[in-house]
Each structure stands twice: as C-alpha cells, then as structure tokens.
C-alpha cells in the first residue's frame, strides 16, 4: 500500500503521533490483560536456563537496548552485556553456554548487527531479535522472534520503532523474570497493567505538541546542547541528543547526570540549553542537584518532569514540560515523546530536511 504523510508535514511527525496506536497494537501480541501475564512466543530453548543476556544494536536501537538492561536485570536478575554491534564485533566478546544473544533492529538489515547476530550464532549462543520488519534477514534467523508493530516507519530518525522496541522489551524482561522464577503473578500481573496503561500516557504525552514547538527557537539558536538523565532516562538522554544531532545538525550530548561535573559541566555558559529528563522518583533529588550546578553557571535549563517534579524543581528552568503521572516502567516510552517532539520543531524551525537528514541512511548495510 501507499504510505503517506495524511494530515502531517512529515513523516517523522506523523510517526511520532502514531505512538500511541502502535505501541498498543505491538502491546496486543504481548500482554493478556484478563489473565494479567505476558505472553510471549514460545522459543524453541527453555528460557530458565538463560544465564546471561547479550544485547547488540546500533543508534536508537541501541538505546532501547540499555533501557532493557535495567529492566532485565532488576527483573530477571539476570547479568547483561551491551555494546553497538560494530564494537562488539571487533572485540572478543567472551559468550558462554547458556547465553542468549538479543538483536534490536528496526530493519532486520543494518550490516554490522546482523553480523554480531551472525557471529554470536556461530558461537553457540541463543538468538532473540526484536525487529520491526517480519521479512527481515534478522527475523528470518532468530531462535526466538519478537516482532514490533510499529508499521513501516519512513523517517529516517527512528521514533515509533524505538516505543513499540520498549514495550517489546519489557514485556520480554517479565516472561524471563518469570521463566527464571524471579516474579510472582502478581508482580506480572502489575507490570502489564502497567504496560497496558503505556498507550493513553503516550497519548497525555503528545499533549504538549504545540507548547514544545514554542520552545524551539530557545534550541534552535543553540551551538550546543547538553541531555542529562539518570538511571533508565540516561539513556533517554542519549536518545535525546540523537535525535536533535540527526535532524537539526546541532551537537549535542547526552550525559548521565551525575557524570557531568567530570567534564561536561566545563561547557556550560549561558548559551548552552541543558536537556533535563527527570521524573519524580528515587533519583529525581540527585539529578535536581545536578540541575541546580547548571544552573549555577548560567546553563540554560528545560526541565521534562512529572506535576510533582516540576513543582518542586521547576523554579530552576526556563521552561518545564510536564509529563503525565505514570509507572516507572513505562516512563522511558512517554518521556521519549517529548525529545522527539523537540529535536521535530527545532529541525523544522532549522528549515532542515527533516525526513531525509544530510549524510543519514534509513538503513544501514556497510560496515
Ligand atoms: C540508522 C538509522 C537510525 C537507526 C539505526 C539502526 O542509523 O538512521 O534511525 O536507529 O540505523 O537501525 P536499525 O534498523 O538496526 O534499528
């Protein structure tokens, strides 16, 4: 079928509005709401017996890849290695019996991925991918397939792709926590209902569209531009800094929050707009800190919370966006919405090309 841009001036626009859809249709595969569990494909090896997670992507998809960490290792409680498949390649990657090998990938194509999938099957290693294009060569040598739902995606900066990655994801984090018998039905039962809640937060999210466009020339002036996040919105921010890097053309980097003071902090002056990305929660008053040392040098803060966050924090920024109250655990898919919505209005704001950046591939088959 024709895929066009509807009522959207470009696709990645379009895409980022989809979320909520697709990240419920990818949700639907994966979750028996009645029942309160996961339910995942069943892989042709007993997932008790993973004794270890290797996970290899490349761009976004790498940074869906350390959300997971977090998410199988405190639900699983299983040790997790991650690197971008053109490191891990090169390096001697040490793979044990009983490891199983993870593949994110939007296309199923990008070169240096599908031979770390490669690579890691010759190894002897268990082969899980999450892929959002079924006809892939990663989904056609997976030992256990996890497609997204996402729908071709056409923007070259990947955005629904990276949600329904998320939600695949932690839904795959809950089936081995439970394989392993690290969690109770109950606890399964509250990560799918929240999951389930995933799609109206996105929807609560996509809310504050016009209120980032109006921030955008406080960014679009910018040289650089600093993202900072802590535990799972780590890396977010990195997401964050991806996303403007690729369509806008202005450098920026994420960094953990509390890492800044040994170097970034030495960039900040009063043209330099710091990204923070900090729900209310465990270390929402550590990354506070860390705002209040930006600001302290003129830094120029947005801070992206929750209406708890922001009350308490918010006097510090020149401007906040509030995200809706929800779960830690769907917290990386909704705040994700607004770096998109960001890096989207300041690229357009630039005048740049936003589905098509400059020197970028949709997919990526060179190594
Ligand atoms: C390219 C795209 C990115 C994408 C990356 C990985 O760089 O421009 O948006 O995240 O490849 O692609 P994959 O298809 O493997 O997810």
Same mark, same amino acid.
């Given at each position: 079928?024709?895929?066009?841009?509807?009522?959207?001036?470009?696709?990645?626009?379009?895409?980022?509005?989809?979320?909520?859809?697709?990240? &419920?249709?990818?949700?639907?595969?994966?979750?028996?709401?009645?029942?309160?569990?996961?339910?995942?494909?069943?892989?042709?090896?007993?997932?008790?017996?993973?004794?270890?997670?290797?996970?290899?992507?490349?761009?976004?998809?790498?940074?869906?890849?350390?959300?997971?960490?977090?998410?199988?290792?405190?639900?699983?409680?299983?040790?997790?290695?991650?690197?971008?498949?053109?490191?891990?390649?090169?390096?001697?990657?040490?793979?044990?019996?009983?490891?199983?090998?993870?593949?994110?990938?939007?296309?199923?194509?990008?070169?240096?991925?599908?031979?770390?999938?490669?690579?890691?099957?010759?190894?002897?290693?268990?082969?899980?991918?999450?892929?959002?294009?079924?006809?892939?060569?990663?989904?056609?040598? &997976?030992?256990?397939?996890?497609?997204? #739902?996402?729908?071709?995606?056409?923007?070259?900066?990947? $955005? @629904?792709?990276?949600?329904?990655?998320?939600?695949?994801?932690?839904?795959?984090?809950? #089936?081995?926590?439970?394989?392993?018998? @690290?969690?109770?039905?109950?606890?399964?039962?509250?990560?799918?209902?929240?999951?389930?809640?995933?799609?109206?937060?996105? #929807?609560?999210?996509?809310?504050?569209?016009?209120?980032?466009?109006?921030?955008?020339?406080?960014?679009?002036? &910018?040289?650089?531009?600093?993202?900072?996040?802590?535990?799972?919105?780590?890396?977010?921010?990195?997401?964050?800094?991806?996303?403007?890097?690729?369509?806008?053309?202005?450098?920026?980097?994420?960094?953990?929050?509390?890492?800044?003071?040994?170097?970034?902090? &030495?960039?900040?002056?009063?043209?330099?707009?710091?990204?923070?990305?900090?729900?209310?929660?465990?270390?929402?008053?550590? $990354?506070?800190?860390?705002?209040?040392?930006?600001?302290?040098?003129?830094?120029?803060?947005?801070?992206?919370?929750?209406?708890?966050?922001?009350?308490?924090?918010?006097?510090?920024?020149?401007?906040?966006?509030?995200?809706?109250?929800?779960?830690?655990?769907?917290?990386?898919?909704?705040?994700?919405?607004?770096?998109?919505?960001?890096?989207?209005?300041?690229?357009?704001? @630039?005048? $740049?090309?936003?589905?098509?950046?400059? #020197?970028?591939?949709?997919?990526?088959?060179?190594?």
């Amino acid at each position: 079928a024709m895929i066009d841009k509807g009522n959207h001036r470009h696709f990645m626009q379009k895409e980022i509005f989809e979320q909520p859809v697709v990240v &419920a249709q990818t949700l639907q595969a994966y979750l028996k709401p009645l029942d309160g569990k996961v339910a995942l494909p069943i892989p042709e090896f007993d997932l008790a017996e993973v004794k270890r997670v290797t996970i290899v992507a490349c761009g976004t998809s790498y940074y869906a890849g350390l959300v997971a960490k977090y998410w199988f290792e405190k639900f699983a409680r299983v040790p997790v290695d991650i690197d971008v498949a053109s490191e891990f390649r090169y390096r001697e990657p040490v793979l044990e019996p009983g490891g199983l090998a993870l593949f994110i990938s939007q296309s199923g194509e990008t070169a240096d991925t599908l031979a770390a999938l490669r690579h890691c099957r010759a190894e002897g290693q268990k082969i899980a991918v999450v892929v959002n294009v079924p006809t892939s060569s990663m989904a056609r040598e &997976a030992d256990l397939l996890l497609p997204t #739902n996402a729908g071709p995606e056409i923007g070259v900066a990947s $955005t @629904k792709a990276f949600t329904c990655q998320l939600a695949v994801l932690a839904a795959f984090a809950a #089936n081995l926590a439970r394989a392993k018998g @690290k969690m109770t039905a109950e606890e399964e039962r509250g990560i799918v209902q929240h999951l389930a809640e995933a799609p109206a937060a996105l #929807n609560a999210a996509l809310a504050h569209d016009e209120e980032i466009e109006k921030m955008a020339p406080l960014v679009a002036v &910018a040289r650089d531009v600093l993202y900072l996040g802590r535990g799972p919105d780590y890396p977010m921010a990195l997401e964050g800094a991806l996303k403007l890097k690729e369509i806008s053309y202005i450098h920026a980097e994420g960094y953990a929050a509390g890492e800044m003071k040994h170097g970034p902090i &030495a960039l900040i002056d009063d043209s330099v707009p710091v990204i923070v990305i900090a729900p209310s929660g465990p270390l929402f008053e550590k $990354t506070v800190s860390n705002m209040q040392e930006v600001a302290a040098r003129g830094g120029r803060i947005v801070l992206i919370s929750d209406a708890v966050g922001i009350a308490k924090a918010g006097d510090g920024a020149v401007a906040t966006i509030e995200m809706p109250d929800c779960h830690p655990l769907i917290q990386p898919l909704v705040y994700a919405v607004p770096v998109q919505l960001l890096a989207y209005h300041v690229a357009v704001a @630039k005048g $740049t090309d936003v589905d098509q950046p400059r #020197n970028l591939a949709k997919s990526v088959t060179v190594e």
